[in-house]
């Protein structure tokens, strides 16, 4: 029980220190959005609704595997503008 106690504290301590993440569905520990993640059919209606709930540009982590689901066409074109700028 003490080892998986210090476990979460450094898990969340480390996640404190990394660089801020758009928004997104609350998160477990390990399983990150894995509860809430949608079945193949229902995925473009499900990121459509985190697109309206937390913005145009939604974070989601499965697994230990960080996804950025963008929910708008603006919010794509800044993104590639601001990549062939760079």
């Known amino acids: 029980m003490h080892i998986c106690m210090c476990f979460l504290l450094l898990h969340r301590h480390l996640?404190?220190?990394?660089?801020?993440l758009p928004p997104?569905?609350?998160?477990?520990?390990?399983?990150?959005?894995?509860r809430v993640w949608p079945k193949?059919?229902?995925?473009?209606?499900?990121?459509?609704?985190?697109?309206?709930?937390?913005?145009?540009?939604?974070?989601?982590?499965?697994l230990g595997n960080s996804f950025t689901v963008l929910n708008s066409f603006?919010?794509?074109n800044e993104l590639l503008t601001r990549r062939s700028a760079n």
């Open 15 to 20: 996640r404190k220190h990394q660089v801020p």
């Open 74 to 76: 603006q919010a794509v």
């Open 40 to 62: 193949t059919p229902d995925q473009p209606e499900v990121f459509s609704q985190w697109g309206k709930q937390y913005g145009p540009v939604t974070h989601v982590s499965v």
């Open 24 to 34: 997104g569905p609350p998160e477990w520990p390990l399983l990150g959005n894995f």
